[in-house]
């Protein structure tokens, strides 16, 4: 493993249990480099709600914590943020979360001569995602393989996301969110 992703793998594991104890899940820490570099840290609820104040709480309580065990070397700046409405897929169970909106993912080698697919996720055959792509047809791509997965904002999901706003409680959850 690389530099970056040890750090990574570091910072996961200093304030996942905090994150976890105040209610809330890791999505993804990302760090990005440069010359203003930033550690991104995702994080949502169990239900896929997160507001300002839940973003600034997890930020307070990670912000301690990394100046306590200061592993990261120089400055940088910590954001965090909720994943979103085209949040991207980092669990498995957010491709199964997630099947029936549009999709592109990445993969790190080519499979069936392409590494870019865009399409509707159809969720986890074991350890595989499916995915409908237009000219293709189903596609299964071992999790593993994936580089980088996020949702495409499209006119449904945008409704879905407005729906759940309507209906009370929010969620990031589709099948509640088809329920209603």
């Known amino acids: 493993m690389n530099r970056v992703g040890n750090l990574v793998e570091r910072v996961e594991a200093l304030i996942g249990p905090a994150v976890a104890a105040m209610g809330f899940e890791l999505v993804r820490v990302r760090w990005i480099g440069g010359g203003q570099p930033r550690l991104q840290v995702m994080a949502e ?63 790190g080698e080519p499979i069936g001569g392409r590494k870019r697919f865009r399409g509707l996720l159809k969720g986890l055959d074991g350890e595989e995602v499916g995915i409908e792509v237009e000219g293709l047809g189903l596609v299964h791509i071992p999790l593993g393989q994936i580089a980088e997965a996020k949702l495409v904002l499209t006119d449904e999901l945008v409704r879905a996301s407005l729906k759940q706003g309507a209906g009370g409680a929010q969620s990031d959850d589709p099948a509640a969110l088809r329920q209603r």
């Open 45 to 107: 609820r169990p239900d896929g709600t997160m507001n300002v104040e839940d973003c600034a709480e997890v930020s307070h309580a990670v912000s301690a914590i990394l100046d306590v065990e200061d592993p990261i070397d120089g400055e940088y700046t910590l954001e965090v943020s909720s994943p979103g409405i085209d949040r991207p897929l980092v669990r498995a169970r957010d491709y199964e979360r997630y099947a029936g909106f549009e999709a592109k993912l990445e993969t």
